[in-house]
């Protein structure tokens, strides 16, 4: 542990934190770890610690790791940079100043540290390593060259227990406090130096609603709070739509703002405390720079307003456009997220189609979301095995989507399919009949690719090359064939696909100390930012794109900066940080 400065503890004052999310979290952890004193603040009632990683599949980012090693894959710092720059495609000299920085930081960290960083604290994973945002089929273009998707077993959950527990203990021992049910409205600056000093808000009614549902926003007390610095841990904007319209790019994401969404994080994922921050004098940058995903459902059962779960595709099902249209090469499922919501966009509307069928849909459609994997999250071996490996119909949760879902149309043939497509369509504003004969000639071109164990066609060829990833092949591709021929692969499921709002790439701009920077460039004293409300960290650190894992990995990395940035704020002696192992 490192060691204390001699001033460090002369003041009393807590570090505050804004957001009892995973960033939160962590930053709260390192800093308990040295006994200083930490305040935790929260909008929502103490079932919603942890946030939205609380409520994702638990993937995070590393890098040549050991779990790698024994899948076979060939991965390095190197290729990784590479990856990571090619897909964040900096464009911007000033703005992506500190996000270039951190994007390096980060590959590094997780090259380096995060496996044992991690690993330390007693999260796992699962053997095999997923292969998520496989490219846009350019070896110096956007995607992952190589697996790195480690699915935490136990998936978000365990991703907050582990670093939730130690932060509880240390509430009993008075280090930490939470207090929830606080909203911060302003933050508190010295008068004469400038310095964040504290927070201001509203203390909301009690509302015991389980996690994830919308609360009360009733007033009932006003609380006055000062402190030896601020952390901003709050989140993004994903939860409410018309800040993600407002900030949506129509240059690079046009003719129009889209309309319609599903929700992908619950509603108190509400971007105040970007403007509050920015109120108080931060510096807010790259906010057109969003990560919304193209294949988002309508939950069946839904928790928050506007629910929508995405679907994580393998690479076999048809997409085709909201006029039958299949879309273009390398927009293939599990691709290039980015690009299919350019592509999306440029159409006028805004949902698209899967054309599968039961034996893809079995194999290769996970969903996002710890409720959605209770197999994973509440690990069972057995349950991975019968539902992922064995089971012809898929786990359980993604049959109750293809029974319940008002995305899905199950039939035994490809013309009532396209009839049941187009009574769904009458149900959507502005949406667009599809002509049986066109989609007919589609999907037989697409399926005469699947006579020979080789092709022309770029997706067919995918699917192959994809499966040479052993892991892939076992449990997460389907076998390579026609769509149209029944007895191999079962009735055809058409699945609707909306798009879904998730993440805020951009923020509130920080150094490499999770320190809050001005618009002039100097250093906002005491203040501090880190997890999505920052852009995963600098207000930017993924550029345009994702590499997936990163999310989970950005608050793990940011939130720890944060930490220890403040803890050397305070005199504490931070200089055996960087070593994992020296730590424990």
């Not at 957001?19 to 305040?39: H, N, Q």
């Not at 390096?104 to 044992?116: H, I, K």
């Not at 406090?177 to 927070?199: K, M, P, S």
Request: charged residues 25%.
């Amino acid at each position: 542990m490192p060691k204390r400065h001699p001033s460090a503890g002369k003041t009393q004052k807590p570090v505050i934190i804004v957001g009892a999310g995973l960033a939160g979290l962590v930053a709260a952890f390192e800093l308990s770890r040295l006994r200083i004193p930490v305040l935790l603040l929260d909008q929502e009632n103490a079932n919603n610690v942890g946030g939205q990683a609380f409520w994702s599949l638990g993937g995070i980012f590393c890098v040549d790791s050991s779990y790698q090693r024994r899948m076979g894959i060939k991965d390095s710092r190197e290729l990784a940079m590479k990856d990571w720059f090619n897909s964040a495609q900096f464009d911007r000299e000033k703005e992506d100043y500190w996000p270039r920085k951190w994007a390096e930081a980060f590959v590094n960290f997780a090259t380096n540290e995060m496996e044992d960083y991690v690993r330390a604290r007693g999260l796992g994973f699962l053997v095999n390593v997923g292969w998520a945002e496989r490219g846009d089929g350019r070896a110096d273009g956007h995607g992952n060259s190589v697996p790195r998707f480690h699915l935490t077993w136990g998936t978000g959950p365990e991703v907050v227990r582990v670093f939730a527990e130690p932060v509880k203990k240390a509430a009993k021992k008075g280090t930490v406090e939470f207090r929830h049910r606080h909203r911060v409205d302003d933050i508190i600056l010295d008068e004469v130096t400038g310095r964040a000093v504290g927070v201001k808000g509203s203390i909301l009614e009690e509302d015991n609603s389980p996690r994830g549902v919308k609360s009360s926003r009733t007033v009932v007390d006003r609380f006055e709070i000062h402190g030896a610095a601020v952390l901003v841990t709050s989140g993004g904007i994903g939860g409410n739509v018309d800040k993600v319209k407002a900030a949506w790019p129509v240059d690079r994401l046009g003719p129009k703002v889209p309309q319609n969404f599903v929700i992908g994080v619950p509603h108190h994922v509400d971007g105040r405390m970007i403007d509050i921050t920015e109120s108080a004098g931060a510096n807010i940058i790259n906010r057109d720079r969003m990560w919304h995903y193209t294949e988002g459902l309508a939950n069946w059962n839904p928790i928050w307003p506007g629910h929508g779960i995405r679907v994580l595709p393998a690479p076999s099902s048809l997409w085709i456009d909201a006029t039958g249209k299949r879309l273009p090469n390398h927009l293939f499922p599990g691709c290039d997220t980015l690009g299919t919501l350019k592509y999306i966009c440029s159409t006028g509307h805004d949902y698209t189609w899967f054309i599968t069928d039961q034996a893809i849909v079995a194999r290769e459609f996970a969903l996002s979301g710890s409720e959605q994997n209770p197999d994973v999250t509440g690990k069972s071996v057995w349950g991975v095995l019968t539902q992922r490996v064995l089971s012809k119909k898929g786990t359980i949760p993604v049959q109750n989507f293809v029974k319940n879902g008002v995305d899905f149309v199950v039939k035994d043939n490809l013309e009532d399919l396209v009839e049941g497509m187009n009574q769904l369509v009458g149900k959507i504003p502005g949406g667009v009949p599809l002509d049986y004969q066109k989609i007919k000639e589609v999907v037989e071109t697409r399926d005469s690719q699947f006579d020979n164990p080789f092709s022309k066609d770029a997706q067919t060829m995918l699917i192959n090359s994809a499966r040479t990833y052993w892991p892939d092949k076992r449990s997460r591709i389907a076998p390579p064939h026609k769509l149209l021929d029944k007895k191999k692969s079962g009735p055809l499921i058409a699945v609707r696909m909306n798009l879904l709002t998730r993440k805020t790439l951009g923020g509130i701009e920080t150094n490499l100390k999770s320190q809050v920077m001005k618009a002039d460039g100097s250093v906002f004293k005491g203040l501090y930012a880190a997890g999505e409300v920052a852009g995963f960290g600098g207000g930017g650190v993924h550029g345009y794109n994702s590499l997936e894992g990163t999310f989970l990995g950005g608050c793990i990395f940011s939130g720890r900066a944060a930490g220890l940035g403040i803890a050397e704020e305070l005199g504490y002696d931070i200089s055996k940080a960087s070593n994992v192992r020296a730590r424990l």
